[in-house]
């Protein structure tokens, strides 16, 4: 089912989406791009805090070098 959604952008994002929709097929394409991209991060922000929560209960509070061992290995780039 499709539905139609208004969204009031500003001069900057206009340029952006303007710029995006040649890649992504159109303004809705890259619009559910970005969408589908922010509800990824959502999901890997949300792993990593269980994550973080499993650690702590079982060896502590990890310091910002556990922290960012395991972005590298978790979440590469």
Same mark, same amino acid.
């Given at each position: 089912?499709?539905?139609?959604?208004?969204? #009031?952008?500003?001069?900057?994002? !206009? $340029?952006? /989406?303007? =710029?995006? +929709? %040649? *890649?992504? &097929?159109?303004?809705?394409?890259?619009?559910?791009?970005?969408?589908?991209?922010?509800?990824?991060?959502? #999901?890997?922000?949300?792993?990593? !805090? $269980?994550? /973080?929560? =499993?650690? +702590? %209960? *079982?060896? &502590?509070?990890?310091?910002?070098?556990?922290?960012?061992?395991?972005?590298?290995?978790?979440?590469?780039?």
């Amino acid at each position: 089912m499709s539905t139609t959604t208004t969204v #009031r952008l500003g001069d900057q994002e !206009r $340029e952006l /989406l303007a =710029e995006l +929709a %040649e *890649e992504y &097929g159109g303004q809705s394409g890259a619009i559910r791009r970005g969408i589908h991209l922010l509800a990824q991060q959502k #999901r890997q922000r949300e792993a990593i !805090r $269980e994550f /973080l929560d =499993e650690w +702590a %209960e *079982e060896s &502590g509070t990890p310091d910002s070098e556990d922290v960012a061992a395991m972005r590298r290995r978790y979440f590469p780039q």
